[in-house]
């Protein structure tokens, strides 16, 4: 046998052990505690898949979605299902496979490129295939303030609550100049976060008018402490 086939082999017995390895408990429980608390909201979408993959898939819950409890031990400790009263479809879930939650507000092609305000599942492989998306942002194209209130203020208990295992981010489309009226739809979810924090504190983040988001992300930071 060749070194090259021996090196294959070790390589290949690695990476099944890795697969066999039992997941975080503790992760598992946070993430699964983040998911199930957003399963009372009952303005979200569940979104699966992903697009540089070819397809999404969206429920819309109506309040309806459950989570199931746990039922294996070992490396499958992080099996559920995602269930919606009187509905037979219903999502496999690992969460096993995920190392945190992240709070993202990013554009979305469904808005004309306004951001959605999203919880992403995110593991070692990147953001995975399901996330949570705050329902009903804007109303007649107007930002919806009192969701976005409700969002961050999630955002910060669930920070509190679990730690490192909450991420965030602010991002812009990276697809050239912003609109006019993408632009002003970040300055106006700044001026939500902006009074969440201290008044005090408000002088303290400056504005940044060509990248809004970075204003955002900066007082999502804050936020977070």
């Not at 995920?98 to 979305?108: G, M």
């Amino acid at each position: 046998m060749s070194d090259g086939s021996v090196r294959k082999r070790e390589v290949s017995v690695q990476d099944v052990a890795a697969s066999e390895a039992t997941p975080d408990l503790v992760t598992i429980r946070s993430i699964e505690n983040v998911l199930r608390d957003w399963l009372t909201e009952k303005k979200i979408v569940l979104v699966c898949g992903r697009w540089d993959q070819g397809a999404v898939s969206e429920i819309v819950s109506n309040g309806k979605a459950w989570l199931t409890g746990s039922t294996y031990t070992g490396k499958f400790a992080g099996l559920r299902d995602l269930r919606v009263r009187g509905e037979k479809h219903h999502l496999h879930l690992d969460l096993g496979k995920f190392s945190h939650a992240e709070y993202a507000i990013r554009p979305s092609v469904c808005y004309g490129w306004k951001p959605a305000f999203e919880i992403l599942l995110v593991g070692d492989h990147g953001p995975g295939n399901i996330a949570v998306s705050a329902g009903r942002p804007y109303r007649k194209h107007e930002l919806n303030r009192a969701m976005v209130k409700a969002y961050l203020q999630k955002f910060m208990e669930h920070r509190h609550r679990f730690g490192e295992i909450i991420q965030w981010s602010a991002k812009s489309s990276g697809r050239g100049p912003e609109s006019a009226a993408v632009n002003d739809c970040w300055r106006e979810i700044k001026s939500c976060a902006l009074e969440m924090i201290p008044e005090d504190e408000q002088p303290d983040f400056c504005l940044d008018n060509e990248h809004p988001w970075e204003s955002v992300r900066k007082i999502m930071e804050r936020l977070a402490r």
